[in-house]
């Protein structure tokens, strides 16, 4: 998708390792989101940030943990990989906390 | 917790019919109700928004129909084809808050 860039875009990782995932935007959105999306759940916010370095957690944020150092870059951390984390994870922008723009997404296998 | 409840799980239209997609919500403060469309392996993306201030608007064959005494908004897809088939999110949100999807709906137009 224009503007967002996703990275890796398919993991397969092994439990208990460490897990990074990345989203790069374009755009110079200020609102930056991170969802996981799994079937009959929809897409469940994880984290979301609002600034350089303001982040906060959203409904499913145990076990992830997220940075953002510069505008254009969010990052999604497994601390610890578990099979629950295996999931489709997208990123997502916005300028105004409305319209959001999705990336294409990572699909994450933990074994 | 703000929720979002979206019906059916899954749709099958026949070509040239109308698909309807229904999404209730609980909390009165929403004030921007967009629907989003995935297709497989791709990002969700904004389809159609409304405010609650108009009842209706139209895009093309898609319709968002709203009712806010019901808290209730609904997708109309009129002259369903073929390249429609996808999965569905409605969505909420009002300024300062994440949106909370719907679990989607996935729509399958038979030719």
């Known amino acids: 998708d224009a503007g967002i860039t996703q990275s890796p875009r398919h993991k397969v990782t092994e439990t208990g390792t460490p897990v990074t995932l990345r989203c790069h935007q374009t755009?110079?959105?200020?609102?930056m989101y991170w969802y996981r999306q799994d079937p009959g759940h929809g897409l469940r916010l994880i984290h979301y940030?609002?600034?350089?370095?303001?982040?906060d957690k959203g409904e499913v944020s145990d076990g992830y943990s997220v940075s953002r150092s510069k505008t254009e870059d969010f990052l999604l951390t497994l601390e610890s990989a578990t099979s629950s984390q295996t999931s489709v994870y997208f990123c997502a922008i916005s300028d105004q906390d409305y319209g959001y723009t999705f990336g294409s997404g990572t699909r994450l296998t933990v074994v | 917790q703000q929720q979002v409840k979206q019906s059916p799980q899954s749709l099958i239209v026949q070509k040239g019919g109308i698909s309807i997609i229904n999404c209730a919500y609980e909390?009165?403060?929403?004030?921007?109700f967009p629907w989003y469309q995935q297709f497989p392996g791709k990002g969700p993306a904004l389809l159609i928004a409304i405010r609650p201030d108009v009842s209706e608007k139209k895009e093309g064959r898609f319709t968002i129909s709203f009712n806010k005494s019901a808290k209730q908004f609904s997708l109309h897809i009129m002259d369903s084809q073929p390249g429609d088939s996808a999965t569905y999110f409605c969505a909420a949100n009002r300024g300062g808050s994440r949106l909370t999807f719907g679990e989607g709906t996935q729509l399958t137009v038979n030719p």
């Open positions: 755009e110079n959105h200020r609102y």
């Open positions: 940030s609002y600034g350089v370095k303001d982040t």
């Open positions: 909390n009165t403060a929403f004030d921007y």
